[in-house]
Antibody, heavy 119, light 109 residues
């Protein structure tokens, strides 16, 4: 059974850096074709893809958020970490991580973690 | 970015109805399109990838079609558990963002 779970702060202040960790089980991020991505969803709004890292350490970022995002992996710990700098209240929302297999979509997803940006 | 426009944004339907949702891309994405279902308070669930390939475990009443810039998701006979919001996502270009559509909320008539 494949599972993913997001963890990190629930509240951050404007201008701070957000660090989220995705801890997964049931697959390996050293397997060819496998990746883990981050997607977020502001309250009542659509989904927005943020970043993706593959088994070979290939990293991809949303063009609109590229300058603020960093994604890394620790294969031995089965974790993927996303950092987002200069947080703003518009960044408030639920942040999900999900597995991606090449040529397929994101499946499965973690339960999500709600991050609120407020002073 | 590649823009994905879903229509309608909201639809009201009855159990047993045939439902079709459209997703239009602002440029050619071949068949690099996925569909997801999201229920309130829950994470999305992958239904279809490659525009028409049903994800394992997804009921056969769901089907996808299309290529290039025009895609559809069809539910052949709407069931009570299908009332949810549906999103399309393009998987063709990282440089233009793996964008999602705006969503289609399917509610009970």
């Amino acid at each position: 059974q494949i599972t993913l779970k997001e963890s990190g702060p629930t509240l951050v202040k404007p201008t701070q850096t957000l660090t989220l960790t995705c801890t997964f089980s049931g697959f390996s991020l050293s397997t060819s074709g496998v990746g883990v991505g981050w997607i977020r969803q502001p309250p009542g709004k659509p989904l927005e893809w943020l970043a993706l890292i593959y088994w070979d350490d290939d990293k991809r970022y949303s063009p609109s958020l590229n300058s603020r995002l960093t994604i890394t992996k620790d294969t031995s710990k089965n974790q993927v970490v996303l950092t987002m700098t200069n947080m703003d209240p518009v960044d408030t929302g639920t942040y999900y991580c999900a597995r991606r297999v090449v040529f397929k979509g994101f499946d499965p997803w973690g339960q999500g973690t709600l991050v609120t940006v407020s002073s | 970015d590649i823009q994905l426009t879903q229509s309608p944004s909201f639809l009201s339907a009855s159990v047993g109805d045939r439902v079709t949702i459209t997703c239009r891309a602002s440029q050619d994405i071949s068949t690099y399109l996925a569909w997801y279902q999201q229920k309130p308070g829950k994470a999305p669930n992958l239904l279809i990838y490659g525009a028409s390939t049903l994800q394992s475990g997804v009921p056969s009443r769901f089907s996808g079609s299309g290529s290039g810039t025009e895609f559809t998701l069809t539910i052949s006979s709407l069931q009570p558990e299908d009332f949810a919001t549906y999103y399309c996502q393009q998987l063709n270009s990282y440089l233009r963002g793996l964008t999602f559509g705006g969503g289609t909320k399917v509610e009970i008539k």
